[in-house]
């Protein structure tokens, strides 16, 4: 195609009649074609044909069922949240920007930002160390302490928030605790010592993890918000959370990436990407249905690393085409400070608790159950 045939996200947005995260969901569902801007690698192009042929289509009636089912992927909100939310290319937690909050806030001045308490009590130390009778790696050990607190915790139903926001603080602590195996200081500061890393180190954890905090309704917070919306327990909706996050297509995703960046880093990139083939780019951290232009978490990330890995990063970004999201930035801090393989799952499930404990009780105070219809297709 020529170049005039392709159009800027605000010009597609603007035919189509649609926000930028809906422009964002079209082109993850493959509706829309996107290429790199060649004047600028940071800014997504979209095709006028496409665009065009999109805008006629949505003009048509279409029936309540394809609404729901298109808003299940990527597509329009279907729930109301204050805790964060993606705007214009940026992420925010509540009024503000989640790349600004970063820069200072440790993880559990953003958690009680989330959970709509002036500050995050910690519980009893020793209250955490009894739930540590786990092995394995960090997530098993996350998954372990979580059900044995999830058998006995009390339900969220008909709880203030207050009372919610303790819950909150003990399940958080009871992880930190499993995965790092630490109760001493700050969550950053645990994985920063458990891992020999120096105050430079400790301070990019530190950002990562408040970065990592929130992200709206991805598709561990909503297992989560489904568990509360039954009265579940904070511990149990946060099981539900960390069991989702374990997948390959979402936690998951940092082993690959991970795996993706060795091959960057030796040269080798290319026959990686032709062994993906099946893959989305997604999938081993590069491209964002959210974010076309370029995850702003992992710019934040790359950005204070500063390191000869970062290049890498960018070097791989340019040969796909597609800017690197916030799954590579981990991996290169990962490999960058020669952390466990799985360091960054460890950071995302830690850092993520504190939304998921915050949406939990949102959706508990809320008093509505989630309950979506399924499309009944019948076989003889």
Not at 37 to 63: F, G, I, M
Not at 132 to 140: E, I, R, S, V
Not at 356 to 376: C, N, T, Y
Request: glycine fraction near 8%.
């Amino acid at each position: 195609m020529k170049q005039d045939e392709w159009i800027s996200a605000e010009q597609a947005c603007a035919q189509l009649g649609v926000r930028k995260q809906t422009l964002y969901a079209y082109a993850s569902r493959k509706l829309l074609r996107v290429m790199q801007d060649p004047s600028e690698a940071r800014r997504s192009l979209y095709s006028a044909r496409d665009v065009a042929h999109l805008a006629q289509s949505n003009r048509r009636p279409r029936a309540r069922a394809d609404v729901a089912a298109g808003s299940i992927r990527w597509g329009d909100p279907v729930l109301e949240t204050r805790i964060s939310g993606v705007h214009n290319d940026t992420l925010y937690f509540g009024p503000a920007r989640a790349i600004d909050l970063a820069q200072s806030l440790t993880l559990e001045d953003v958690a009680a930002r989330h959970m709509g308490v002036a500050v995050l009590e910690p519980p009893d130390v020793g209250a955490c160390a009894a739930v540590n009778g786990a092995f394995g790696t960090p997530m098993a050990r996350g998954l372990a302490a979580l059900a044995d607190m999830a058998a006995t915790a009390p339900a969220s139903l008909g709880r203030g928030r207050d009372a919610l926001a303790k819950d909150g603080a003990k399940v958080m602590a009871h992880l930190a605790y499993a995965m790092t195996g630490r109760t001493d200081g700050l969550v950053h500061s645990r994985l920063a010592k458990e891992w020999g890393l120096d105050q430079a180190g400790a301070d990019l954890i530190r950002m990562a993890l408040v970065l990592l905090s929130d992200h709206e309704l991805n598709p561990s917070t909503f297992a989560v918000r489904v568990c509360a919306s039954t009265g579940g327990s904070l511990a149990a909706c946060t099981l539900a959370g960390l069991a989702t996050l374990s997948g390959p297509k979402h936690g998951g995703v940092a082993g690959k990436s991970l795996e993706a960046l060795r091959a960057g880093q030796a040269g080798t990139f290319d026959n990686f990407v032709t062994a993906q083939a099946g893959l989305r780019p997604y999938s081993y951290g590069f491209g964002h249905p959210l974010y076309p232009d370029g995850d702003p978490r992992a710019h934040a990330i790359l950005q204070a690393l500063d390191a000869p890995i970062c290049r890498t990063v960018q070097d791989m970004s340019v040969f796909l085409g597609i800017p690197s999201n916030v799954d590579a930035a981990l991996s290169a801090l990962t490999l960058h400070h020669d952390l466990p393989a799985d360091a960054a799952l460890t950071i995302f499930a830690l850092g993520r608790v504190a939304g998921w404990i915050a949406h939990a009780i949102e959706q508990s105070q809320s008093d509505q159950i989630i309950r979506p219809r399924a499309r009944f297709t019948p076989t003889e």
